[in-house]
């Protein structure tokens, strides 16, 4: 099958799965049967590579996935190849964390911008483990500079939440960032440019500052974690 069978089929494919070719001399996107050839031929290689064990069958596997017999995982159908050989996290579903270190809230940002889904827990039971926020804020001369990469947002946000637990206002450069519209290469997709994660950080001041003096409490956690979201 070179062809899948619906146009709904064919769109969820082109736009969710197929990734772009763009050092073919007419670049284009992936037909359906190369998005499950770059599957098994990652798969194939990691089991070869990480366990010495060699695919029986492939050509089996490979018939069954294109004809729609079988379904291997989606996650790993859009990100076989680079993107997955450099972080696993791309290869699951979903994924879930408490609130309860701020650390969460970074981590939640890398694993969404995996692709993953980020299920979490902002109970009291969790949140009251939180550090109380400084009473006081100081502006600082130092400056956050964020790097173009899923680390180096995470990274970014990291740093200005301990700077704000520490009752610090830094300020952050984001000229590093491939500008809303870009191509990634690794991962598929557009660059959303800096302006999301600008968002982000002032929405992050501010909610520390209408803390001051205590911890952030349920709704306030919730708050940032779906801001976090809505930039990814």
């Given at each position: ?17 197929a ?31 990480k ?10 596997l ?128 557009r ?27 349920m ?14």
């Amino acid at each position: 099958m070179s062809n899948l069978p619906t146009d709904y089929q064919k769109f969820i494919h082109l736009s969710r799965y197929a990734r772009w070719l763009g050092d073919l001399e007419v670049p284009r996107r992936e037909t359906w049967n190369e998005t499950v050839t770059r599957y098994l031929n990652f798969l194939e290689n990691h089991l070869l590579d990480k366990f010495n064990y060699k695919m029986p069958d492939r050509k089996r596997l490979e018939n069954a996935i294109l004809t729609l017999q079988i379904m291997p995982s989606m996650r790993a159908l859009m990100t076989a190849g680079p993107a997955l050989e450099k972080d696993n996290i791309s290869g699951y579903n979903c994924s879930y964390i408490p609130v309860d270190s701020p650390r969460a809230f970074d981590e939640i940002l890398y694993v969404l911008m995996c692709g993953t889904g980020v299920g979490f827990s902002c109970e009291r039971n969790h949140v009251e483990k939180l550090s109380v926020v400084n009473e006081l804020f100081e502006e600082t001369e130092t400056t956050i500079i964020v790097q173009d990469s899923k680390a180096g947002w995470a990274r970014g946000l990291r740093e200005l939440i301990a700077f704000l637990y520490a009752g610090q206002l830094p300020k952050w450069d984001l000229s590093r960032l491939r500008p809303a519209g870009a191509r990634l290469k690794t991962f598929g997709g557009r660059s959303s440019g800096p302006a999301p994660l600008d968002e982000l950080f002032t929405f992050t001041v501010s909610l520390f500052k209408e803390a001051a003096g205590r911890k952030l409490n349920m709704l306030e956690c919730h708050d940032l974690v779906c801001k976090i979201a809505s930039v990814v």
